[in-house]
Structures are given as structure tokens and as C-alpha cells.
């Protein structure tokens, strides 16, 4: 185990969870991919490496057989949409949403159909029908049509707030980088208490999984070590294991729709 103080904090929390003969459920969802790059190749190393099922936010309009061919090997790499094309249709003054008010619902929902239906055609065996806004944005009034467009859940950030006639969400709750600041990766000790922080809560009654949230293709040197440090020490205690979407899934009760 490594000794680097920054990480005792997590190591004595995963320690908790063990005495408690309890196991913490972490999952990853990386966002934005596209097609093969060095950066992809760099995060299927890692999750290759340390077994860790790594979930794929793969943009539809803009991906193709080269991804396909890229993953054909690959042992722990899921598909899921990250909306239609990550494009932004808000107005200036507002956050950044694909999937908001601004455009007809029935254009949106045929996008989202679409989308749907190309990355199951391109990955038969990968993908996972889990929509992921970009920018973790939606407008309310598409979660009822969801279900209809092919997804069976939604995975947004943070803490999943459940709503009638809308899909189970598998939510990530930890993001490695610092959008509004550096544009880098977050303070490492500040990442760890933040995932320290989401175990506190899931040992006192929170049952969602815990989601780390990646984006490879702006990765500066201290996001990707962060990141394998992170598969190290879970790795090596049994007081935290990853979860493949796929497993993740079908721990969710079915509901009505």
C-alpha cells in the first residue's frame, strides 16, 4: 500500500468498510470519447491493467468504425451515449446544454433515438443504454420520453434524485478536473476527501454506487497519476471494488414506465 499521506484518509475509510465487513462500490464513466487517440489508448492501459470496467461516454453523430476496431480487444470497456453530438443550444447567457428547452422535443427525441440505435448497431457488444447529457444537463420534461428513445437509465453528477415516470440514474459524484480553475486536475488531497466524503455517506445509508468521472482527452500528468493511484489503493484492499455498468444496471429495481 502506498505511504503517501495524501491518500491515508482513503486508505483508512476503505479500512472502516472492511472491519464493517462491507465493500464500497466505485464505477467509472469517462466522457467525450470519440475515436482512437493516445489518450484513450493511455486509459485502456490503466483499466487493462488494474481490472477496473471503465464506462465510455461515446458522442454517437461523431464516432465510427475506427472506435470500434480500436475496442475489439478490449476486455473492460462499456458504450454509453453521450447525447447526440455534444453540441451547445443554449443561449449565451445560459449553462451549456445540449438537451435543454431551446430546441423542439420531438427533434431532440429523435436525436436521442437515433443515437441510441447507431452506437448498439456499432458496438453490438459494448454498449449500454445509459444516456449521458453533456455537460450532466437535462431538461425534465425529456426524462418521461426517455425510455421510449431505447435507454433503460440516465447518468448525470451527483446525488440521484429519483422522479416519478423517469429512469433509474447511475450518477458520478467525483470529477478529476478543475473546469472553472487550473483546467488541470484537482488538488489530489481535495480529490481524496471528496471521495472519503461520498463513503461517509454510503456507510450511513446511501446505497448509489460512487462514480469517478474522467475526461482522457484533457488529461494534464497530474490527472492520470491521481487516477492510477486511485486504482492502486483500491486495488489493494477489499474494502472497495469496481463495478462494470453492466452489473451496475441490474442492481437497479425495475420500475414502471
Not at 453521450?82 to 443550444?89: E, F, L, M, T, V
Not at 435507454?151 to 422522479?163: R, Y
Not at 489503493?233 to 441490474?250: D, F, N
Amino acid at each position: 500500500m502506498t505511504e503517501d499521506p495524501i491518500w491515508q484518509p482513503l486508505q483508512a475509510e476503505l479500512a472502516r468498510w472492511i472491519h464493517a465487513n462491507r465493500s464500497a462500490r466505485f464505477w467509472l464513466r469517462d466522457d467525450d470519447t470519440v475515436e482512437p487517440t493516445a489518450a484513450l489508448d493511455r486509459l485502456l492501459q490503466l483499466a487493462d491493467d488494474f481490472k477496473v470496467p471503465t464506462a465510455l461516454a461515446v458522442i454517437p453523430v461523431h464516432t465510427g468504425e475506427p472506435l470500434v476496431k480500436r475496442l475489439e480487444t478490449e476486455r473492460w470497456i462499456s458504450v454509453l451515449a453521450h447525447g447526440w453530438s455534444h453540441q451547445n443550444h443554449a443561449a449565451k447567457d445560459k449553462k451549456k446544454q445540449e438537451l435543454g428547452p431551446d430546441r423542439p422535443r420531438p427533434l431532440i427525441l429523435e436525436q436521442l433515438r437515433d443515437g441510441c440505435s447507431r452506437l448498439a448497431k456499432l458496438h453490438p457488444s459494448r454498449f449500454v443504454p445509459v444516456l449521458v447529457p453533456p455537460w450532466n444537463r437535462i431538461d425534465p420534461a425529456l426524462l418521461p420520453y426517455l425510455g421510449d428513445c431505447g435507454f433503460e437509465a440516465l447518468s448525470v453528477f451527483g446525488a440521484a434524485k429519483p422522479a416519478a415516470n423517469s429512469l433509474p440514474a447511475i450518477n458520478t459524484h467525483v470529477d478529476l478536473m478543475d473546469w472553472h480553475g487550473t483546467k488541470g486536475c484537482r488538488d489530489h488531497a481535495e480529490l481524496v476527501a471528496a471521495i472519503v466524503t461520498e463513503l461517509r455517506q454510503r456507510f450511513d445509508g446511501s446505497a448509489e454506487p460512487i462514480g469517478i468521472l474522467t475526461h482522457h482527452l484533457v488529461h494534464d500528468e497530474s490527472a492520470w497519476i491521481f487516477l492510477k493511484k486511485l486504482f492502486q489503493v483500491v486495488a489493494k484492499t477489499p474494502g472497495g471494488r469496481w463495478l462494470s455498468i453492466s452489473e451496475l444496471m441490474k442492481s437497479q429495481k425495475p420500475r414502471d414506465r
